[in-house]
């Protein structure tokens, strides 16, 4: 089972240097903020919060990083910084699940949202799930009831759907996840000139993947998790088909006006929706272990050369 301060008799300052190490990272990298709460997602969705992202090619396993739905994630060298922190305190004692859910709650209040409660003793998987991210994760372009569904399986209501997709208040989307909303003719659901604001950010149809060419998510508070998302959203400047598409389905819709109207209640559901993210399944005890490096399984940490 989970617990609070799982780690109060082992490792009494794991908490501490969780925080301490988010509140570094972010004032040399203010991105890494956003990266812990991407983390979040991509990891607990798939199975369980188990680390399972943070695996690296090694010994059989295949990354889960290197699927086309990781496609933009940055800053997993961070992690391994907070990793070695903990690993001076308490060696072997603090797992790299845990890092994954107290990073995201520590980078969430970093960029100005709740400060969420969060359970710990997460144990971290043996082995990657490269062939389940396809298929648990959504695409940019799917379907409203696709989406829907996703996030039911994990336990997640239709209005913690909603409050999570306000994770899009901060950050970025590449011009390659774009272009197919702008060219050649500009999606009639997205604001003409927000569209032509876009098209100046993304200036071809077919942008070099490898460009760092993007837009931010929420031009006006790119790094602050807010409700501005659920307002541009109602003025159709919806970055994502998933995200637009929230404004417009009668299921979602009326989620999406109260949050736009209502930070408070936006935070609320965002802090509820995270933590039963959080609780996605987790591995305890012996069904997993504590990684002494978090990119390797204990098991193949002697096979990296
Ligand atoms: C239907 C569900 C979702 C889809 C299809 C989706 C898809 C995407 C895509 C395509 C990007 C841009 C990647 C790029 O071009 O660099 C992105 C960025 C991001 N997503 Fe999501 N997302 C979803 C849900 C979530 C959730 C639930 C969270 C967190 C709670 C989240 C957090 C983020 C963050 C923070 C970024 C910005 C990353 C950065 O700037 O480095 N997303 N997402
Ligand atoms: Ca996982
Ligand atoms: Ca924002």
Redesign the pocket.
Known sequence: QLQFNYYAESCPKAEDIIKQQVINLYNKHG?TA??W??N???DC?VKSCDASLLLKKAGGIVSEQASE?S?????FRYVDTIKEALEEECPVTVSCADIVALS?REGIVMLGGPRIEMKTGRKDSRESYFTEVDKL??????SLS??LS??QSTGIDVEG?VA?????S?????????VHRLYPTVDPSLNPEYGEYLKRRCPTPNPDPKAVL?AR?DPETPMIIDNNYYKNLLNQKG??I??QQLASDPRTAPFVEKMAADNGYFHQQ?SR??GL?SENNPLTEDQGEIRKDCRYANSNTNNVY
């Open positions: 991105n956003v990266s709460v991407r979040l997602f991509h969705i739905r496609f933009g994630m940055r800053n995201a994760i959504p695409n940019h372009n799917d696709t989406v996703a996030f759907t999570l997709l306000g994770a899009h901060v950050g970025r989307v590449h011009c390659v996840n774009l993007y998510n970055l994502l998933v995200d965002f929706a995270v993210l």
